[in-house]
């Protein structure tokens, strides 16, 4: 790998800002390695920078692109770490392969991984549930518009953003009956950008209405729970909690997974199953779905206090004292920010870049 000399300047002069929506604030280095005649050329920590594309690069017209997020967490000066790096690799590859697009070896991605996160190890804000959050991401750079060709050039890149807690206001969601974000035998299962793409109107119609974002229903029957735009679904019916098992239209969350082993841990019974968005509805009507919640690696695990028609009708949560969900969130940041032993092998400690590296 080539460090740029600059990259630990350009840190020292970044100042975490005071508030951080998600996703606005880059840390100012990046990663990036190309893909040419067949392999993956040494790659480079430099400063963040514009890329140059192609006008015909076929990830700006046909959504070549793959793309993970992760967390890095500060723990004391110089000591980050990453949480499950080793999922989001082999996800990132599981992209990959669905467009026909090179994997990324191992140990370039976890280069990639460990140099930003070590040479920006100052620019992770501390506070309780902040982080460093990883974008890694794959994008076709050939320049043909020859449709659906394979490409021959690729670039792979990691930016990094400063992120804040969410605010953890019950989200509010559109039951989405006219449009689906997957079907059977499509790409719903990988984390690519066409994915969400396809998802922005239906988001910008609940957001009308005044709703947090929209909750997806299968393509076929319209009966059965898949997922939000972003994350995965829980609810918790008398006790015991459930979530959608996988297909290949829902996207196996790397929280998700987490949550199942946490909940587990607490003695909580969890059933993977097809859930009918009717036995939900009726489950609040007769109180024993006492709440639902969300998760995905930005937002945690954030609850659902509604679930709204697009006629107006809707379906609302009662408050309960002692929600599952909460236990979850803060057993989840016990782990990331390490007051907790890590049972589980989710903690990747960073190593860190020595100069001259
Ligand atoms: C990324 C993503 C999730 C959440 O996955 P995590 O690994 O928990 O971050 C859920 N659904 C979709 C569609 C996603 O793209």
Redesign the pocket.
Known sequence: MLVDPTVHKLIREFEIPASLPFGEYKVPVMYTASYRDGQWLEGTLGPYHSLSLDPAAKCLHYAVEAFE??KAFGRGPDRPVIFRPD??WQ?LNRSLARIAAPEVPREMFFEAISAITSVAASAIPTGPGQSLYLRPFVISTDSNLGGIGLSREYLFCVIACPADVYQTTPMRLLIERQFV?AVPGGT?SV?IGG??AAAILSNKRAAERGLTTSLWLDAGSGQWVE??????FFVAINGTLHTPALTDT?????????IIQLAQNFGIEVFERAIGIDEILDGVRSGAATEAFA????AAILPIGRLEETDGSFHEFSDTSDPIWTRLRSELRNVQEGRVSDPFGWIYEVPLLTSGQ
């Open positions: 997020g992760m999922s989001n996800r974000r719903g984390k994915n969400y997922e939000l735009s972003a994350m995965n829902i996207l196996p969350g790397i929280t998700r997974d987490s998760c995905g690696t930005a």
